[in-house]
């Protein structure tokens, strides 16, 4: 950072007023935002690798001058470390598909439109970008040559193909190898290829033009390999129909530039899938079975599906070897994703939450009692004039009951409160009963002379109270002041961050595990952030290690990051004793509770990132009384299902310690044989970190010490309680548990998004 301080305060003659370090790419550079006081912004770049900034600096200047939309270098330090550009902005094309992508309809007519603009674009880099182009400054290769299509080749057959356990001729590969490596290099060009022409490096300006990023490994090389890396690249879900949409447009933006026989250039499509699907394969076996990394090994069936597709699409006789070996190897049992057992959902009726909406109101009686325009009568209307009026003294008179003079007045009073200790045990009576009822609107109003101080008082005061106790949607309305504010519905979570997280020392000698960063976010941000998105807003967290740092970034994060979502967090002190999970949840009861006995907690550790749908988790659970996140995972411990997913026990494969109530678990498990997680009508999953219930099981805790696990909790009740699992076994997560997980985590925050 201290160069890039340095560069700017020679470049601008000035230091920056802010200086935020960006999230980081896969290389070792780094990126910072930089603004001056003007709220001007640039951004700065300092990395490891000369010969690579080099690359960049030379690439931009001449796209730059090409007319192609590209940042401008405004900086270079003398060791060409470091370099200051112009600031695109912080929406890629990535972030702008995210509805279209992750959405049950689809990408809608709007993103198609984006990525027809995108698609088009990719041929004035590749041709218009060629043009006088030095590529001997490209790095760290000049061209897409045959030595390198033979080491993904090889890479694709060592790291995957040998640990599949296929049987292969070696020399038959090879000859394959060679054969495909010369039906690839009949498309070699003098053209640019970007070679990580993706989503993530498309930059949209305000009006939703793209700009170009991250070119630097560009090189020269085929058209067709830009165009099947962006249209097959895994995460963006494209149907067969966009592609084909994009693929036309692309040529015919090609036909701008450059003479293509269409036909001639279709046919070449297959094969660069084809090498493409290899290259991934390579570097999920690598990963995955090499290295060891779950999230890799758990695409591995997707991407076989991929290939026995393509593979459809395929009939070269040059290469009908590797044809018939990637046939052998797509059919593998293994790897027949059809195949996966995934249990279903308890139930697939939709949870039906508590759809109340409580409107309160503070009116003037001069200008009449506030209509209920939902048809249902006006609910309650109380008369706050029988208590006394600050409105009569001359300091209250232009404030009103929002204000703290007139707070302080009416509270040092006393008689208002006692005005709304009667109103409170009615409105609790009727909110508690509107809610069993299945009713969704009451409403409550307020009345003074002047609508101003003590019905603005008693109406705030009303709403907070609801919102707090009963967590229901609240619609505050001072009519008077044409003050309007919606306390949203509340849906509550507990992340449990008290760990010392031993097993991540030494970066825990000097913060919570829970602050521990991945991708340049606190895990306790990644955590939050999702479930933000999936409409949770009412935080309990417990603290003990290193307590008042995780408080202090909850602070900092409300004043920021979350000023304006009506986020609300709170804390569950155990800073005297690690209480566990089930004595954690116990002890916070005083927060996590509210009057509605049929409200569901979520419960999410700190130290797991995961795909999960957490919608659909939340919704998908209509008569549990908690739900489980399991799946397939390899571990020791296990918990026990029957067939309908209820719990019925769990067990240590490795000791063989069981812990069930029923005698037919224990029997069963005794029968099962090594590996198999399926015996009779029981079924082990691993617990996944992730949970839900409802409030009315903590009553059951009470009984309980103050330091107990939550699984031990839920194998004591499971006779007269539903506790189900979320069983669905394709989703992937990471436990960052250990230092050697942290580089996990980063490439799988990276894949997840």
């Known amino acids: 950072m201290e160069s890039i301080l340095g560069l700017y305060q020679i470049w601008k003659g000035q230091a920056p007023v802010a200086c935020e370090k960006l999230p980081g790419a896969g290389s070792n550079r780094r990126y910072y935002r930089l603004t001056d006081n003007e709220g001007k912004s640039v951004i700065g770049c300092t990395g490891t690798s000369c010969e690579e900034n080099e690359a960049f600096i030379y690439l931009t200047k001449h796209f730059g001058d090409k007319g192609l939309p590209v940042p401008m270098i405004l900086a270079i330090s003398q060791d060409r470390l470091s370099y200051i550009q112009t600031d695109l902005g912080t929406c890629s094309l990535y972030d702008a598909l995210k509805e279209g992508r992750e959405g049950a309809l689809g990408y809608r007519a709007s993103d198609i439109l984006l990525l027809q603009k995108v698609i088009r674009l990719l041929p004035k880099i590749q041709v218009k970008g060629a043009e006088e182009l030095d590529f001997s400054k490209c790095y760290p290769l000049e061209s897409m040559d045959e030595q390198s299509i033979m080491f993904d080749l090889n890479y694709f057959k060592y790291c995957f193909l040998k640990t599949s356990g296929i049987e292969f001729n070696e020399v038959k590969l090879e000859e394959s190898f060679k054969a495909l490596v010369t039906l690839l290099q009949e498309d070699m060009s003098d053209n640019f290829m970007y070679r990580d022409f993706q989503a993530r490096n498309i930059m949209l300006s305000n009006d939703n033009e793209p700009y170009l990023i991250d070119y630097q490994g560009g090189r020269k090389g085929p058209l067709q390999y830009d165009l099947i890396s962006f249209l097959w690249q895994a995460s963006s879900h494209y149907t067969d129909d966009i592609r084909q949409f994009l693929i036309n447009e692309y040529i015919a933006s090609l036909k701008e530039y450059k003479d293509v026989d269409e036909e001639a250039f279709r046919r ?9 699907t290899l290259q991934v394969l390579g570097a999920y076996g690598f990963r995955g079975k090499i290295e060891g990394k779950k999230y890799f090994l758990d695409s591995i069936p997707s991407a076989i599906q991929n290939l026995k597709e393509i593979l459809k699409d395929i009939n070269i006789d040059a290469i009908s070897y590797l044809h018939e070996t990637l046939i052998r190897l797509v059919n593998l049992p293994e790897y027949n994703i ?26 003037s009686y001069k200008k009449g009692i506030p209509e209920d325009t939902s048809g249902n009568g006006g609910g309650y209307v109380f008369d706050c004039r029988s208590t006394h009026n600050p409105g009569r003294y001359e300091p209250y008179k232009k404030l009103t009951g929002l204000d703290k003079p007139v707070i302080d007045f009416l509270e040092d009073d006393g008689e ?23 009713f969704t609107s009451l409403m409550f109003s307020f009345g003074c002379t002047g609508g101003q101080h003590r019905s ?22 001072h009519r008077e002041q044409g003050i309007k504010k919606t306390f949203p519905r509340r849906k509550k979570a507990m992340i449990f961050a008290a760990g010392l997280g031993t097993r991540l020392k030494p970066l825990t000698d000097t913060m919570p595990k829970a602050l521990v960063p991945i991708k340049n976010k606190p ?20 603290v003990h290690h290193f307590a008042e740092m995780i408080e202090n970034w909850a602070e900092q994060a409300l004043n920021t990051t979350y000023k304006d979502k009506e986020i609300r967090i709170s804390f569950s002190n155990e800073r005297n004793e690690l209480l566990e999970t089930g004595g954690g949840i116990k002890n916070a009861q005083s927060l996590l509770r509210n009057s509605n006995p049929e409200e569901r907690i979520l419960i999410h550790n700190v130290d797991i990132l995961s795909d999960v749908d957490i919608n659909h988790f939340w919704n998908n659970v209509s008569d549990a009384d908690a739900v489980l996140v399991v799946s397939k995972r390899d571990t020791s411990r296990y918990l026990v299902f029957d067939d309908s997913m209820k719990l019925v026990g769990w067990t240590n494969i490795h000791t063989g310690e069981v812990k069930t109530p029923y005698k037919y678990v224990e029997q069963l498990l005794k029968q099962r044989e090594d590996g198999t997680l399926d015996v009779g009508n029981i079924h082990l999953r691993a617990f996944d970190g992730i949970h839900q219930l409802k409030t009315n099981l903590i009553d059951e805790m009470n009984s309980w010490p103050s330091k107990f696990s939550i699984i031990d909790f839920y194998l004591s009740i499971c006779t007269k309680a539903n506790i189900y699992a979320y069983a669905q076994d394709n989703h992937k997560m990471v436990d960052v548990g250990k230092l050697n997980t942290l580089a996990i985590a980063e490439e799988f925050c990276s894949l997840i998004k």
């Open 416 to 438: 208002i409160n006692v005005f709304l200790e009667s109103v409170y045990k009615l409105a609790d009576a009727h909110v508690a009963r509107y809610i069993e009822r299945g």
């Open 456 to 477: 603005v008082y008693s109406a705030q005061h009303l709403a907070e109270h609801i919102s707090n106790k009963f967590g229901v949607e609240v619609v505050l309305n």
């Open 338 to 363: 059809n195949k996966v057992n995934t249990l279903p959902l308890p139930t697939t009726n939709e949870q039906k939450d508590n759809k109340l909406t409580v409107k309160v109101f503070s009116f």
């Open 268 to 276: 070449t499509i297959p094969k660069w899938v084809l090498f493409r």
């Open 523 to 542: 895990l306790i941000k990644h955590v939050i952030d999702k479930l933000v998105l999936n409409g949770f807003n009412d935080f309990v967290i417990n």
